[in-house]
């Protein structure tokens, strides 16, 4: 009973190691990518400068271009996919895109569900107000009504500082960054919670009387998410952005979009 016992356990380890090494060689998501020759990126395409629609509603951006480059030097062409935020993690788990390209914040609960890249820029999470009002601190912001991006990362760092959160009159969710900011100069809203990347980009294309409050509520790093079993495409889109760091096309890109590298691609 004992040597038939053994022969059983054997057997099964055999078969348990036979499924472990068909589950690493499952991964053909590079394969897959070139056989399908397109390079589907979601984003949000209100969000200037990474990803945005221009004046003759093209999607360009800073984001735009790096995937763009991307996908050339993969042999694919490249899709820009607009897609609610809010549902990112659903577009990308039924297949719809490719992967979440668009200032996404690089946290430990994305990183244990979703495939993420190196981050390729930092970012704070600030607090934009008017130039005329009375809010020039965070502890300013007692009182009153702050909006934010539905299931962004600026949500996230409101919910990491409770006692802002809690000092506020009313927190408002809105589905763009750009509606709240409009919101903002309209006197809809006191102060709106963001990206300072896409707050100073805005501030200084369109001339709003808006300013930055100079304490962070978060500091961050943009990175790229793939579906947690797609690591060869992964590893081949973080390969070659660092193959575009070392012959300095990021570092092109970031002038074109920010006036110098503030790329932290390989450093």
């Known amino acids: 009973m004992k040597k038939i ?10 078969v348990a190691f036979t499924g472990c090494k ?27 400068p990474m990803g945005f629609r221009n004046d003759d509603n ?3 951006g800073f984001d735009i271009d790096l995937a763009k480059e991307v996908a050339a030097r993969l042999g694919v062409e490249f899709k820009a996919q607009p897609i609610d935020w809010d549902a990112k993690e659903m577009e990308l788990s039924t297949g719809k895109i490719d992967c979440i390209w668009n200032g996404l914040t690089i946290t430990p609960e994305r990183e244990e569900a979703l495939a993420l890249t190196k981050a390729y820029l930092n970012n704070d999470q600030v607090l934009v107000v008017r130039n005329d009002g009375a809010i020039k ?4 912001a007692a009182g009153k009504k702050v909006g934010i991006q539905s299931g962004s990362s600026a949500q996230d760092a409101v919910e990491a500082n409770p006692d802002f959160k809690a000092s506020l009159k009313e927190l408002v969710a809105f589905r763009e960054n750009l509606t709240a900011l409009n919101d903002l100069e309209t006197r809809g809203i006191d102060g709106v919670v963001m990206d300072s ?14 300013t930055i409050v100079t304490e962070v509520l978060a500091k961050e790093g943009y990175g790229i998410a793939f579906r947690k079993n797609d690591i060869k495409l992964r590893d081949a889109v973080q390969s070659t952005l660092e193959e575009m760091a070392k012959d ?6 970031s002038k074109k979009w920010f006036g110098s590298d503030i790329t932290v691609i390989g450093k």
Do not use: C
Request: proline share 3%.
């Open 5 to 14: 016992a053994l022969l059983i356990a054997a057997a099964a380890m055999a």
């Open 58 to 60: 093209e999607i360009v």
């Open 22 to 48: 068909k589950q690493q060689k499952a991964d053909n998501s590079l394969e897959a990518l070139k056989a399908r020759g397109v390079f589907v990126l979601g984003l949000d395409d209100s969000f200037p």
């Open 197 to 210: 990347i896409v707050a100073a980009y805005d501030i200084a294309q369109s001339g709003k009387p808006l």
């Open 248 to 253: 300095g096309t990021v570092e092109a890109i």
């Open 137 to 140: 601190t965070l502890a300013d």
